[in-house]
């Protein structure tokens, strides 16, 4: 597991697997709360392409922490792009 650096949320663990599948993503957590995967690639100024993890479901994301995550997602792609291709072997 390799932490994100690219940028950093408060209070929200940032992650990527060091053996994962494509498309490009990182995890994101508030632990005991909620985990989200984040599909960097595929975010827009406007969208956050995002899944919950299946035992969350009910777990409401909060949207101020979504918000944060697209728009890191959004400025640092490059950079986690980079991130991606150097810590994650992809199965």
């Known amino acids: 597991m390799g932490r994100v650096d690219a940028f950093a949320v408060p209070g ?5 697997n060091s053996s994962d599948h494509l498309p ?3 995890h994101a957590s508030r632990v005991g709360e909620w985990e989200v995967r ?8 406007e969208h956050l392409e995002w899944s919950l993890k299946w035992k969350d479901r009910r777990r409401a994301v ?8 697209r728009e890191g997602a959004v400025q640092f792609r490059a950079a986690l792009l ?5 810590k994650v072997e992809v199965c």
């Open 82 to 86: 980079a991130e991606w291709e150097a």
């Open 62 to 69: 909060p949207r101020k922490a979504l918000s944060a995550l």
């Open 38 to 45: 984040v599909f960097f690639l595929l975010c827009t100024d």
């Open 12 to 16: 929200v663990e940032l992650w990527f």
């Open 24 to 26: 490009p993503h990182f």
